[in-house]
């Protein structure tokens, strides 16, 4: 059985060369709340749970995040995106005395009650008869009055003048690790005097007025798109396939506001919203009952039932967690061993590694009943005897091409990895010759997805589609520095497609779905639209049946 990476490495039996469009990967999570330290609104690529601990602190009872990336590296989970967000914390302060009365104070970047901080200052190399000049250096240490030194930045010849280029708060807004609070004095800061040798070597360590602030709520989660903060700190130029974002507290779930938005965010960006289920759903039968009133619907998010149990390392016992951190480490193992369009290996559905196990017991009825209202369920060990179901997404119960989880991740495949492997061309200088390109990477990338099986048993001809040419790019795109390309995947109907315009400009790229009624507008040859119409007319056909 053939892997991502395999597939990503040769091209069908090996007898072609390699093609153009890189296949990416899809088991990378995206995961958003509350940590013990760390940069705020900064998504950070972590690969195993070590890292995470040296950024961002490791496990915190507070922090249901942290617990969730346990649980995907535990899972097989190898890539995660972490944004940390915060409600109302505070980094710590650092006074370095100025003269009699007077002090240079700094406010860490990072809030939070572990950032510990360390500054010297010195007069090293500077102008006997310069006032107002200093050396500041500026370390991140493990923890207060630790020599273990983890981040460090040296400003030399800084100046408390007003009007000097080298104006200490105009140079440290760009600092990683600190700015100005309050006001600059009118003196230089003292050398720092290391009290035991009386050499200008000592440190002045911030105080622990550091706060780690409050709960978040759904807004702190959501944030702006304008400051980039909270879920919009996941720009474009950040990939990803998974998005978590575990419960408010261990208490709270997420609220609609940010089930809503994060659903819409997930649909432009092409990932899966993976949902927990409510916390008052602690039983099949309560599950049963409540998502029948559960007012919420995607094709983009797909819930995974019961929570799970797994060991609390600090609290030193069993507890009950939400599941979204393992369920993506458990289908980023699953595509290690296997594309995202094929079946788990033997035709069983995946299971939870040793030490994580489901909350409640659920029988076979129950099974298919929460499954038919799109609610998967996570199992503990595998049972032969059970038939096989294919997870699902919470589609609306008439989306027929939305209600599969592996079409679903497959298609978020596809379009992600034409979308990024083409968008060279809206800078291509000779928009024909581009095109022509583009049209053969596209058709080579997707026929060795068809020969690998991507598209089950459907012929060339009933998988896909590629146009580029004129009839999608008018004349005046290649002055605009635009490119345009229309594809088409196979429907779940023999006969039908699911159509995507890419769109490449010069600062940004986007995809959105068109629908074969609108073909007409884009120029076809007689043959083509009479292939068009009986494309809409099966389509017609099929809803009125």
């Not at 980094?91 to 572990?114: E, H, N, Y």
């Not at 997404?393 to 939305?402: E, H, I, K």
């Amino acid at each position: 059985m053939s892997t991502m990476a395999e597939f990503d490495l040769r091209v069908g039996d090996g007898a072609q060369p390699r093609p153009r469009i890189a296949a990416l990967p899809t088991g990378r999570a995206a995961f958003i709340g509350r940590t013990l330290r760390g940069p705020v609104d900064r998504p950070t690529l972590v690969r195993s749970f070590a890292e995470f601990q040296q950024e961002f602190g490791g496990l915190w009872q507070p922090s249901t995040l942290a617990y969730a990336v346990e649980q995907f590296f535990d899972s097989g989970g190898r890539e995660a995106l972490v944004v940390r967000v915060a409600n109302g914390a505070r980094g710590a302060t650092l006074a370095l005395p100025s003269g009699r009365d007077a002090r240079l104070l700094l406010r860490a970047v990072r809030p939070g009650t572990r950032e510990f901080l360390r500054a010297c200052v010195d007069y090293d190399n500077l102008p006997a008869g310069d006032p107002d000049s200093f050396n500041l250096t500026v370390q991140r240490v493990r923890t207060q009055g630790s020599m273990h030194v983890e981040d460090q930045e040296i400003h030399r010849a800084l100046s408390v003048s007003p009007g000097s280029a080298r104006n200490v708060a105009a140079i440290l807004a760009g600092s990683a690790l600190v700015r100005i609070a309050g006001t600059v004095p009118a003196a230089r800061p003292d050398r720092t005097i290391d009290e035991a040798s009386g050499l200008a070597t000592g440190y002045v360590h911030s105080s622990a007025d550091g706060d780690d602030g409050a709960e978040l709520c759904d807004y702190d989660l959501i944030g702006s798109p304008q400051s980039r903060s909270g879920l919009f700190a996941l720009g474009d130029e950040h990939y990803f396939n998974f998005l978590c974002i575990p419960p408010l507290s261990r208490e709270r779930d997420l609220g609609s506001a940010a089930l809503l938005v994060a659903a819409r965010f997930c649909r432009d960006r092409r990932a899966t919203l993976l949902l927990d289920p409510p916390a008052a759903w602690g039983s099949a039968e309560e599950a049963i009952a409540g998502v029948s009133t559960w007012e919420f619907s995607s094709d983009a998010a797909a819930m995974y039932f019961p929570r799970l149990l797994a060991y609390d390392r600090l609290r030193g016992r069993f507890e009950r967690f939400a599941p979204c951190g393992a369920v993506a480490g458990m289908l980023a193992r699953r595509d290690a061993q296997a594309p995202v369009w094929q079946e788990e290996a033997g035709g069983a559905e995946p299971v939870l590694r040793p030490g994580h196990k489901s909350a409640c017991a659920v029988s076979d009825a129950e099974r298919y009943r929460l499954w038919a209202s799109g609610i998967n369920v996570l199992q503990s060990v595998r049972a032969p005897t059970r038939h096989p179901l294919r997870a699902r997404t919470l589609a609306p119960g008439g989306a027929a091409d939305g209600r599969d989880l592996a079409q679903l991740r497959t298609t978020q495949f596809v379009l992600n990895s034409i979308e990024r492997g083409t968008r060279w061309a809206a800078a291509a200088d000779a928009p024909a010759d581009a095109a022509r390109r583009v049209e053969a990477e596209v058709r080579e990338f997707l026929g060795d997805l068809h020969r690998a099986g991507a598209f089950a048993d459907r012929s060339v001809e009933d998988a896909f589609f590629v146009i580029c040419d004129a009839r999608v790019n008018a004349d005046g795109a290649a002055r605009d520095r635009r490119f345009d390309l229309l594809i088409g995947l196979a429907a779940a109907r023999i006969g039908e497609f699911r159509t995507w315009r890419i769109a490449h400009t010069a600062d940004r790229s986007g995809v959105r779905t068109v629908t074969l009624n609108r073909l007409h507008d884009l120029r076809f040859s007689p043959e083509e639209l009479e292939w068009a119409d009986r494309l809409a007319h099966r389509l017609q056909s099929g809803s009125r049946a």
